[in-house]
């Protein structure tokens, strides 16, 4: 299923801020950050998309974080530093939608 353009937009935006691929220690605060702006099926459309560029293991760490930010509440340095990465790569810093 095609994502809709704004997601389609994020997805370019985390490949910008993160033109290697989002290391794993990131996962949850980035998660956490766009749940802080975007419906749980949006993250989750966000995540799958993720996940069929991933590799199995990259794949099981994106399900693992999505449960762990469900779950709890991400370190909020840590999701100023996912952020301000994220805003290197061009990411909007206002609410999206």
């Known amino acids: 299923m095609a994502l809709p353009p704004v997601l389609r937009s994020i997805i370019g935006w985390l490949r910008a801020g993160y033109p290697e691929g989002v290391p794993e220690y990131d996962y949850v605060p980035l998660f956490a950050l766009l749940g802080s702006q975007l419906t749980q099926n949006e993250v989750a459309a966000i ?3 993720l996940v069929s560029e991933s590799d199995p293991d990259s ?3 994106i399900r693992r974080a999505i449960a762990t930010v469900t779950n709890q509440q ?4 840590d999701i100023a530093r996912v952020r301000s990465h994220l805003a290197a ?3 909007p810093l206002a609410k999206i939608g």
Do not use: I
């Open 47 to 49: 995540a799958d998309e």
């Open 59 to 61: 794949a099981e760490a």
């Open 74 to 77: 991400a370190d909020e340095a």
């Open 89 to 91: 790569g061009g990411w």
